[in-house]
């Protein structure tokens, strides 16, 4: 009994002792790396979890960053990081620009404060490595559209009645057709605020001319007046056609669309409307789906509309006319979409459907102006059957099938911006979009508008 105790004792000795140099295996590293970064979960402060936060070890200060800025509104001013090692560190610090902190791994900080690193001492209490804490928010509402005035006088005198205005980005610049009833003239600029009067008149088109109908496709303008097709490849020599003897009068040009550009033509046998393409004449466009031998409905219009190409989700080229009057000089309700269907024997098949659908914030319209920007269509101005001028913006989400008003606070013209129809809307490579005269009542708009939608920039 007396060798008992003696035996216990060293077994018990021994056993503290292979734990303990486990325990210190375990423990002591020389490993100081950061393995994961993220932020304690607020659901006041969602925007803290919108991101991807990054670790970038590198050989001398590392980086840990979102990969991209934290929505519009996120505070970071009291947030809690968490953050896990490679290995459990020794000693963690925040080194702040005014003070440090050892941290306790539920530390609140203030990262608007720059800079901010993060220290870490691994086990060994030798090896250290520092990191950059690189996290902001955008300071900028990313869906706010940015709009200034950048010229109220483009051209002079701008309030002349019945002024027409037509702008077109052409080798980089933003051109501008103006016709005063008397004499067209061509304005220059790089910017939209500079103009320069490139052209005092232009005396190959016709006097008057509707320059607002005059459309661009590629490098080549076209317009058509009475029974002659006007085209010009440098936008001061026009050259004339005229298809007085053909089966059919040219009305109006249409619009650019797939390779081609479309005019409106009369038959002249029954005075129907068709549409046409010109390459190096125009060419009645019969086969389309649901048209009886081409032939378009009394309803389609014949000027004061917008059309557009645009990108479509189904990788097809379509294309959208809206609004405008009809040939008994009606004013219609109609949203034609365009959409090119297959490749035939007999050349290119189309479909042609009116969108058309009542709704509050669609009306019979004359005069609005197209674009496709940022993923929407974006209609501006116009007038509706009222006579009533519009200086608001309509959004359409669906390739043209709905529209409806944005958020005010988001996307709302300045103060100095008056209604108006007619007017010129451009988009450049730098996502600006540009709006270009007009007429209302009483008078001619020779003003420039720039705007840009905040996110448009950052990308």
Same mark, same amino acid.
């Given at each position: ?23 210190? /295996? ?14 304690? %979960?607020?659901? &006041? ?32 001013? *009291? ?21 440090? %902190? ?9 990262? +608007? ?9 691994? *086990? ?67 910017? $939209? ?32 007046? $009475? ?24 009305? /109006?040009?249409?619009? *650019? ?23 190096? *004449? %125009? ?23 917008? &059309? ?7 990788? @097809?080229? @379509? &294309? ?26 007999? $050349? ?36 509706? /059957? ?15 099938? /709905? ?25 450049? +490579?730098?996502? +600006? %979009? ?8 009483? @008078? ?9 939608? +905040? ?5």
């Amino acid at each position: 009994m007396r060798y008992i105790l003696p035996i216990l004792l060293l077994i018990s000795v021994c056993m503290t002792g292979c734990l303990d140099s486990k325990d210190k /295996n375990a423990v002591v590293s020389s490993d100081a790396r950061v393995s994961t970064f993220t932020f304690q %979960i607020d659901t &006041a402060n969602p925007g803290l979890q919108a991101v991807t936060y990054k670790i970038e070890h590198r050989s001398d200060t590392g980086l840990i960053h979102s990969v991209d800025s934290l929505p519009f509104g996120t505070r970071l001013d *009291s947030v809690i990081p968490l953050v896990t090692y490679m290995a459990t560190p020794g000693l963690v610090n925040f080194v702040l620009p005014d003070t440090t %902190i050892t941290s306790t791994g539920m530390d609140t900080i203030n990262f +608007n404060q720059k800079p901010i690193y993060l220290h870490v001492t691994a *086990s060994d209490m030798k090896t250290e490595k520092w990191y950059l804490i690189d996290i902001a928010a955008h300071q900028a509402d990313p869906d706010l559209f940015v709009w200034e005035c950048l010229t109220t006088n483009l051209f002079s005198p701008a309030a002349i009645p019945n002024c027409q205005t037509k702008a077109f980005r052409w080798d980089n610049q933003l051109v501008v057709y103006v016709n005063n009833g008397l004499s067209t003239s061509i304005y220059v600029s790089n910017d $939209g605020e500079y103009w320069t009067q490139q052209t005092a008149g232009i005396a190959t088109l016709p006097v008057p001319c509707h320059v607002r109908d005059i459309v661009q496709h590629g490098n080549t303008l076209y317009y058509i007046d $009475g029974t002659c097709l006007y085209t010009s490849n440098d936008l001061q020599t026009w050259t004339k056609v005229d298809y007085a003897d053909a089966s059919f009068t040219p009305i /109006n040009m249409l619009m *650019s669309y797939n390779g081609h550009a479309w005019c409106i033509l009369q038959d002249k046998t029954n005075e129907q409307l068709l549409l046409g393409t010109i390459t190096d *004449s %125009i060419r009645p466009m019969k086969n389309i789906a649901d048209m009886d031998n081409g032939y378009l409905p009394s309803t389609f219009p014949i000027n004061d509309f917008a &059309a557009l190409e645009f990108s479509s989700s189904s990788e @097809r080229p @379509r &294309a959208m006319i809206v609004g405008g009057r009809a040939l008994n000089g009606d004013i219609v309700k109609s949203r034609w979409n365009l959409e090119y269907t297959t490749y035939a024997d007999n $050349g290119d098949t189309y479909r042609l459907k009116d969108f058309s659908i009542a709704q509050p914030t669609f009306e019979s319209l004359t005069g609005v102006s197209i674009i496709q920007y940022e993923g929407k269509l974006m209609m501006f101005g116009g007038t509706d /059957n009222d006579l009533t001028l519009r200086s608001d913006i309509l959004y359409s989400d669906d390739e043209g099938m /709905n529209w409806y008003l944005p958020n005010p606070s988001s996307n709302k013209l300045p103060s100095s911006y008056l209604s108006r129809s007619n007017q010129s809307v451009v988009v450049d +490579n730098d996502n +600006n %979009i540009y709006i270009i005269g007009g007429e209302s009542y009483s @008078r001619s708009w020779g003003d420039v508008y720039r705007g840009f939608l +905040n996110s448009s920039k950052w990308q």
